[in-house]
């Protein structure tokens, strides 16, 4: 351990020593403050590829978070290779994981390979001594395959792969340096192994061909030698670049990397830029991922840039902060580019910024002032510190869908009848249906003003008459002698009327009656819940739903147990649906009804048309009507996470 580690260990423990008191000493409980401050490889231990993401040791999802260098071959790459500059991205920014882009054209490792070996066995060391996550990546860029015989003929002569070279004299550069660092780190549960940044201009025939014959084949050699070689029985994560700059993120989904270890520890990239590269829009890179993710692949975002995509012109950051969103919805850990002190839009750091840099904030760690960090560097930091893209997003708020005034009346004056026995005044009845056709009110809301009106109290109902009551108000029934039983000895035993009532607003069939009347319900679930499913049954399969169905669907959706995507898939892969065997232009016209909510134009109806008789499956056909803007709006309405 160097010096400085030690003295900002014995900081870092001095400081949780005092956290700890004052937790103690202000609650009188002990709280586990040191969690909070343990490294990212005492968190998650060796991390792992598994069902179709990637996991902490024991196996539950983990995103993790952090920078890529820029070119390390570059002065302006180069200036964090120390410990202060570790530490302050460790314990200041809180990085997870640290990517070492090592160019390999452009002056880079074909050039001085060497130097550039080294520096990634430096970077390994400090990212590790600090239990960061490190990717060494093989940073192709210009010309764009990593077939090129600048990439394959790269550092072959090294001293260093003497003994490997001698074993497989087949090997190409890309295979001799990553079976070197296999062999002397692959044990090393942080380490992992990007072996070709941004395949681009392939010129390889169609997108599928580019894969199958080039991208695959060289990924697959790579991969071999990484697991011929590796020091243990845990085989590193390796993740690989996909074509078009890493956003042909689907091409592997119907053909992936072999992994000799038969442990299927691959992952793929895919790459954006937020000045550039618009999430929300016309989604074709975020299809690519779904694709992917749907096939059980994993994805890795190793590079991306709050810039556009020459690295310069600007900051985007609410398309950047939509795109993180979306990650953390998907569990896609990413780095951003770049940790460089460079006068371009996507460095994090301004050109003055110290390249040994000491604790301003007197919190005994080191850090940058807010004008060494860039706006770029500011924003990141912000992100990957406070994790605020790593919640569970917000659920929509439902909307009233019944824009028919007459029904929505015909929902007040049903109160007005239940629970006062008399017909409605006009004023009251306007009222509280324009507040309901707004969305301003919900049905609960709404029946409580008459439940709890000082009118029904002067009629000083039993509990048997208020049981009965909310029987017909909420359920539109008479009351089974069982329900009417329990809810009147709930009653005699203390339990307040408001309880009872939230008994019966948090009802399957309150939202069922609510439903039919277009409204908010206010309970759990939701008529918004019933309403998706509901039109399901009949946009999909065509049939009124049957009742246990449908309570089943409500219940998972409610509970969070599936989203609105996930339903959906349920219903048009169901054996019931196929077992249709429609016809394209139907099953194309149904999906237009369920996801776009309308009947297809022409252009668009034949542009389905002619993917399907092209040979898209139907199948890749659905994954874009799901992940379709309307389709997301759609659900929003229903109160519904799409995604
Ligand atoms: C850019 C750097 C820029 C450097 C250039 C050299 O930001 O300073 O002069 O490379 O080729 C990528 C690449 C990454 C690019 C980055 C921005 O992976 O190497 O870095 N970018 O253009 N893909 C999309 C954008």
Redesign the pocket.
């Known amino acids: 351990m160097s010096t400085s580690k030690r003295i900002l260990r014995g900081a870092l423990s001095l400081l949780l020593a005092a956290a700890t008191f004052a937790a103690v000493f202000a609650f009188g409980i002990k709280v586990n403050v040191s969690a909070a401050m343990a490294t990212p490889y005492e968190r998650y231990g060796r991390i792992k590829v598994s069902g179709g993401t990637l996991c902490d040791e024991s196996g539950n999802p983990v995103q993790l978070r952090g920078m890529?260098t820029?070119?390390i071959h570059?002065d302006?790459g180069e200036w964090i290779f120390n410990d202060t500059v570790f530490d302050a991205l460790t314990y200041d920014w809180k990085c997870d994981v640290i990517r070492l882009?090592m160019?390999v054209a452009?002056g880079g490792y074909a050039s001085d390979p060497a130097g550039c070996l080294k520096k990634v066995e430096d970077g390994i060391k400090y990212a590790s001594d600090r239990g960061l996550y490190v990717i060494v990546d093989w940073?192709i860029?210009?010309p764009g395959n990593p077939m090129d015989g600048q990439y394959l003929n790269a550092g072959k002569d090294l001293p260093q792969y003497a003994s490997i070279r001698a074993a497989h004299p087949e090997y190409t550069g890309p295979q001799l340096f990553f079976a070197y660092l296999s062999q002397k780190y692959g044990d090393k549960g942080n380490l992992l192994f990007e072996t070709a940044?941004?395949p681009n201009c392939l010129n390889a025939g169609g997108i599928q061909d580019e894969w199958n014959n080039v991208l695959k084949p060289y990924h697959d050699s790579v991969v071999s030698a990484i697991r011929a070689y590796d020091r243990d029985s845990n085989p590193n994560i390796v993740i690989c670049g996909t074509g078009n700059?890493?956003q042909y993120v689907d091409q592997p989904a119907t053909n992936p990397v072999n992994d000799p270890s038969g442990k299927g520890q691959v992952m793929y990239t895919i790459?954006f830029?937020a000045g550039t590269h618009d999430v929300g829009g016309d989604r074709w890179i975020e299809n690519n991922i779904q694709t992917t993710l749907n096939a059980g692949l994993a994805v890795f975002c190793t590079?991306w840039?709050v810039?556009?995509?020459?690295?310069?012109g600007g900051v985007f950051t609410e398309n950047a902060s939509r795109w993180l969103r979306f990650f953390s919805e998907h569990n896609i850990s990413w780095c951003a580019?770049?940790l460089?002190r460079?006068n371009?839009s996507?460095?994090a750091f301004t050109v003055n910024a110290s390249a040994t840099p000491t604790d301003h904030n007197g919190d005994g760690i080191p850090d940058w002032t807010d004008s060494e960090l860039s706006e770029a560097g500011r924003f990141l930091r912000g992100k990957i510190r406070d994790g605020k893209d790593n919640i569970t997003p917000e659920k929509p708020k439902e909307k009233p869908r019944n824009t028919d005034r007459k029904k929505v009346e015909a929902f007040v004056e049903r109160l007005y009848t239940q629970v006062l026995g008399r017909a409605s005044e006009p004023a009251g009845k306007n009222d509280w249906t324009a507040k309901l056709m707004k969305g301003e009110t919900d049905g609960m809301t709404t029946a409580a003003g008459f439940i709890y009106s000082t009118e029904l109290a002067k009629r000083n109902l039993t509990d048997e008459q208020f049981v009965d009551m909310l029987y017909r108000t909420f359920f539109d029934r008479q009351a089974d002698a069982a329900g009417r039983k329990y809810w009147i000895g709930k009653l005699a035993s203390g339990s307040s009327k408001q309880d009872v009532v939230m008994g019966f607003v948090n009802s399957f069939e309150w939202a069922c009656l609510c439903d039919d009347f277009g409204i908010i319900s206010g309970g759990n679930p939701s008529a918004g819940t019933v309403g998706f499913v509901r039109r399901m049954y009949t946009t999909c399969l065509g049939r009124k739903y049957d009742p246990n169905g449908l309570r089943d669907w409500v219940y998972k959706l409610a509970t969070g147990q599936r989203t609105g995507a996930q339903v959906a898939y349920g219903f048009f892969l169901s054996s019931e649906f196929t077992g249709f065997n429609l016809p394209n232009d139907e099953y194309v016209r149904r999906l237009y009804r369920t996801f776009f909510d309308r009947e297809p134009d022409d252009a668009g109806f034949n542009d389905w048309m002619g993917r399907l008789s092209a040979g898209k499956s139907r199948k890749e056909i659905l994954d874009g009507f799901i992940y379709s803007n309307e389709f997301r709006e759609l659900c929003s309405d229903f109160g519904i996470i799409r995604g």
């Open positions: 890529s820029h070119g570059w302006v882009a160019y452009e940073h860029l210009n940044n941004e700059w890493d790459h830029y590079e840039g810039s556009q995509a020459d690295g310069n580019w770049s460089a460079k371009e996507s460095a």
